[in-house]
């Protein structure tokens, strides 16, 4: 059977002490005498005591904690690199200011359920339109947050990066390029989707597409539209469909590199041609799109940046700092071997 673990109280018989002055030898030690403290630490060891981190949380009134507040299950979330490039910038900033970072997903597939278990102080929300409950929950319990991706809250940090803009240029150059016969391969929308169309992102990506497409006297009834999760074993099947139809395109823009992937995936195991008989593009610029074959021309976003400037604004807002406006990133095309005229 497992010895007893050692409580404050041992360790303050250990060491000849009171029970406060244990707890200010870890919490507090400018209250007591260097010697004091350094006999009630060797004592602690001694015991393998160690304080209780919930506890020390309770009474700090802080977690030195950041949670992320994600929009799908964590399998999900894992499968897609983009998470890890903005992690990794999130990341950077928490090493640098001492923070960890809390991952939160959907709990019994209610974001707004998952926000009361997380002990943080405060959250990087990512994908959430702003008049869900959950934007209303953080601002009812007063918990410090900054939206990525979502709609503009008055008051509250934002980032988000010219979604479309940056699809505007890479409809633009497919269609410059003589492509009429388009396919869209969209991330399934989800919650995203009313009944008054696209929101966030997903809206702002097909906005620019349609830019592009008027300018050519063209409209989204013109292309082919085609919704998948965000897996490439999604993207895979939706383009084997997508092939499968009459009337199939010549080009197939693609709203993520992982949907990409999977596009080019299919085209080849059907024997059809990357880029000369159909051309893909994506949208992100993960780092496996500038080694992928072919190599994929998609639309760049600094990830890594935005994970960096999400962290920054959330521990300046803990810190009750001067608050950050809404930023949003520029996008740029990225031109490699997946795109070429039609034949």
């Known amino acids: 059977m497992p010895s007893r673990k050692a409580t404050s109280n041992d360790v303050a018989a250990a060491a000849g002490v009171s029970r406060s002055a244990v707890s200010f030898a870890f919490n507090n030690p400018q209250r007591i005498s260097v010697a004091t403290r350094e006999r009630i630490l060797a004592a602690a060891e001694r015991l393998g005591y160690t304080p209780d981190p919930l506890g020390r949380m ?94 503009r809250v008055p008051g509250a940090p934002s980032v988000e990066v010219d979604d479309r803009g940056g699809a505007r240029e890479v409809a633009r150059y497919l269609l410059d390029l003589g492509h009429r016969r388009l396919a869209v391969l969209s991330m399934d929308p989800g919650a995203a989707v009313t009944e008054r169309g696209y929101r966030g992102p997903l809206a702002r990506r097909m906005a620019g597409i349609a830019d592009a497409l008027a300018e050519r006297d063209l409209t989204m009834a013109d292309v082919q539209l085609t919704e998948a999760p965000v897996t490439r074993a999604e993207g895979y099947r939706a383009t084997r469909d997508l092939m499968a139809g009459g009337h199939a395109p010549t080009a197939i823009l693609a709203l993520s590199d992982i949907l990409a992937y999977g596009a080019v995936d299919a ?37 890594v940046t935005k994970g960096r400037m999400a962290a920054e604004f959330l521990i300046s807002a803990i810190r009750g700092e001067e608050q950050h406006p809404h930023q949003v990133l520029g996008t740029s095309l990225v031109v490699r071997e997946s795109t070429t005229k039609p034949a």
Not at 135 to 142: D, H, Q, T, Y
Not at 270 to 298: C, H, M, N, Y
Request: aromatic share 8%; net charge negative; hydrophobic share 40%.
């Open 58 to 151: 309770l009474r700090a009134g802080t977690t030195n904690s950041i949670g992320v507040l994600l929009p799908q299950r964590l399998a999900w979330i894992l499968e897609n690199p983009y998470y890890s490039r903005f992690l990794m910038g999130a990341g950077q900033v928490c090493d640098q200011e001492g923070y960890t970072l809390l991952l939160t997903p959907p709990l019994q597939d209610s974001v707004l359920k998952a926000i009361p278990y997380a002990a943080v102080d405060g959250f990087i929300v990512c994908g959430l339109e702003a008049d869900r409950g959950e934007v209303a929950e953080l601002s009812r319990r007063g918990i410090p947050f900054v939206l990525i991706d979502s709609d």
């Open 267 to 303: 085209l080849q195991e059907l024997a059809i041609k990357v880029p000369s008989e159909v051309s893909v593009t994506g949208f992100d610029d993960l780092s496996e799109s500038a080694w992928f074959r072919p190599r994929l021309t998609t639309v760049r976003q600094p990830i």
